[in-house]
């Protein structure tokens, strides 16, 4: 009877004990569950660790945006990128925003999403577009930026008559502000940032026509002590990657430097560099520079309407001795956007000579003759999209 009542409390003391046990087992394993899924749902959150305030506040609701954009019509649409449209859209309280809502065959992950997620959300710059928050909705991800009401710059520099209100002080302005946005970038920020896709048209304009540089999702990470990193495929636009990112997975802060030379080309005879037009005749723009350059006849490559007094033509040439600078073939030999900066901002600092760009047909018995022609055959054949795609990884 003893043995009986001595089993009995047993029972009693130990079934409600392991049942305490379980419960709270459970509730942990239930609870981990949840903070595993909230994150997988917030990317930002997951990146950006204890800093959940500023996440929480990035996320919008996708009826939100919905209504903004009126359901994303048409009469709202800015544009077509890479990955997908961008929108205008007005928020009740007013602000207006952008918003680009990425496509599901645009093949752009969800890692690609997270990436640019949390490489924006982190940059804070005058000359790089402003992210103000994002959405992720089953298949829909929404990134949501500040509003540039005077659109991309190609769409000025390439129209003829829009080119007009480009004078010389507003290119110069814009092109010191690239490069400011670029010099951050790589080593002003909390991170190493190589962009892979400086274009015309990733330069927005905002009201007062100052330069922000957008479109992350190409961009790669890296850490402090990391100077180059290598892929298997290439991601960027024709005409603007460094010889030895498009022929040879290589890249590094010195491939984002070419293409801002490229881009100050552009910049400054007012056409593209893949399409350059030389009278009647199709050049390569960095060759036809390179030529103009040597031969001491560099006005020829300014915009017709940027020609005026001497003073404005000596400051065009100088920048178009600091884009070949930018664009030479071997990456060494090109100069840190730091570097850059202070050529462009102390116009009494003498210039290095340059050695040919890359790409260049004019550079007679250079044995990257034959890589360069099969590079612009390859490129040329896949132009008519001009943009190639690659996974990303941030390191």
């Not at 006849?297 to 001795?321: A, E, M, W, Y």
Request: glycine share 8%; hydrophobic share 40%; net charge positive.
């Amino acid at each position: 009877m003893k043995g009986l009542v001595t089993a009995r409390t047993v029972i009693i003391t130990v079934v409600p004990t392991v049942t305490v046990v379980i419960l709270i087992v459970c509730t942990f394993v239930i609870l981990r569950k949840r903070q595993k899924r909230k994150h997988l749902l917030n990317p930002i959150e997951s990146i950006h660790g204890d800093d959940t305030t500023t996440a929480e506040s990035l996320q919008y609701d996708f009826s939100a945006i919905q209504a903004a954009t009126d359901n994303f019509s048409n009469a709202n649409k800015l544009g077509q990128g890479g990955f997908g449209p961008v929108y205008k859209g007005k928020l009740p309280n007013g602000q207006e925003v952008a918003v680009k809502r990425l496509s599901v065959g645009s093949g752009q992950g969800d890692l690609e999403f997270k990436n640019e997620v949390l490489l924006v959300a982190r940059l804070q710059h005058r000359n790089l577009v402003r992210l103000r928050g994002f959405c992720l909705d089953g298949t829909e991800r929404l990134l949501v930026y500040e509003f540039v009401p005077n659109a991309s710059l190609d769409h000025f520099l390439f129209d003829s008559v829009k080119r007009r209100q480009l004078d010389w002080e507003k290119r110069y302005k814009i092109i010191g502000g690239i490069a400011k946005g670029i010099l951050y970038l790589h080593e002003d920020s909390r991170l190493r940032i190589i962009h892979r896709d400086l274009k015309a048209s990733n330069v927005l304009l905002d009201a007062d026509m100052n330069p922000k540089i957008s479109d992350f999702g190409m961009a790669r990470l890296f850490t402090l002590d990391e100077t180059q990193g290598n892929t298997r495929r290439i991601v960027g636009t024709y005409g603007y990657m460094a010889p030895e990112y498009a022929m040879h997975g290589q890249f590094s802060v010195k491939s984002d430097v070419f293409s801002f030379g490229v881009l100050v080309l552009e910049i400054l005879s007012g056409q593209r560099n893949t399409r350059f037009r030389n009278g009647e005749s199709v050049e390569d723009l960095l060759s036809y520079a390179w030529t103009n350059w040597r031969e001491g006849t560099s006005s020829n490559l300014i915009d017709p309407i940027l020609r005026g007094s001497s003073g404005i033509v000596r400051d065009i040439t100088r920048c178009i001795h600091i884009a070949l600078l930018c664009v030479q073939q071997n990456a060494a030999d090109r100069p840190t956007m730091a570097a850059v900066v202070l050529m462009l901002s102390s116009l009494s600092l003498s210039l290095p000579v340059p050695s040919g760009p890359a790409y260049s047909m004019h550079n007679v018995g250079n044995p990257e003759n034959s890589l360069i022609q099969e590079y612009n055959s390859r490129m040329s054949r896949s132009s008519q999209n001009e943009v190639s795609i690659t996974e990303l990884y941030p390191r």
